[in-house]
């Protein structure tokens, strides 16, 4: 079975605190995918990545970054938390293959800042 | 903008009915198509995925893809209680970036 792992399920931070959202994987997936999923927005790409140290943009990358030193692991990082990025956040993974492009999600991590 | 359209929904159908959900997606390179499910307070899981014209069966659900009308639907015959969830709807283009719609809730009616 996939396996796609967050760090946290819960977490509380304050405004202006660097937060650090990991993911891992144990499929060997060449793709990464960080989301977040807000109530009336869907989910929206925050960055990806297609191999290690490899990053993407995605749509809406302003205020995260990423890192993917391992090709199992890729880490969100959110440098001065703010109150709006308080959200449900989703990693997810899967093969570079298009026959195979199954994304597969971790569990999420619901981050809270005050 | 390339987006991907869904009814926000509730919509509700009897148990044992079909259930009806449809999408449609802007991006007319789009090659791969999904619709995942998921639960309240769960991450999304993939029920199907689709990439040419046509049907596509497995078990209780049909997805049906008409390239042509860019119009992307997911039938659930024999519709349980279990399958009351938010189905989103998903295509990828050439940039390999999936752009999910924000979602259809279904509701079962015992």
């Known amino acids: 079975d996939v396996k796609v792992t967050q760090s946290s399920r819960y977490l509380v931070k304050r405004t202006g605190e660097k937060v650090f959202l990991e993911c891992v994987q144990d499929?060997?997936?060449?793709?990464m995918f960080w989301y977040r999923q807000d109530p009336g927005l869907g989910l929206r790409l925050i960055y990806f990545?297609?191999?290690?140290?490899?990053?993407e943009k995605g749509d809406i990358p302003e205020g995260y970054s990423v890192s993917r030193e391992k090709k199992e692991r890729f880490s969100l990082i959110l440098e001065s938390a703010s109150t709006n990025q308080t959200s449900m956040y989703l990693c997810?993974?899967?093969?570079?293959?298009?026959?195979?492009?199954?994304?597969?999600f971790g569990p999420g991590t619901r981050l809270t800042v005050l | 903008q390339k987006e991907v359209e869904q009814n926000s929904g509730p919509l509700s159908v009897p148990e044992g009915a079909i259930a009806s959900l449809n999408c449609t997606y802007s991006?007319?390179?789009?090659?791969?198509f999904f619709w995942y499910r998921q639960y309240s307070g769960k991450s999304p899981e993939l029920i199907m995925s689709i990439y040419s014209n046509g049907d596509k069966e497995d078990g209780r659900f049909t997805a049906q893809l008409n390239k042509a009308s860019q119009y992307v639907s997911l039938l659930i015959r024999d519709s349980q209680p279990s399958d009351s969830a938010t189905y989103l709807c998903a295509s990828r283009g050439r940039d390999d970036k999936i752009i999910f719609g924000k979602g259809t809730r279904l509701h079962i009616l015992p």
């Open positions: 990545s297609y191999d290690v140290k490899m990053k």
């Open positions: 997810a993974s899967s093969f570079r293959d298009r026959g195979a492009d199954t994304q597969y």
């Open positions: 991006d007319r390179v789009s090659q791969s």
């Open positions: 499929m060997d997936h060449e793709n």
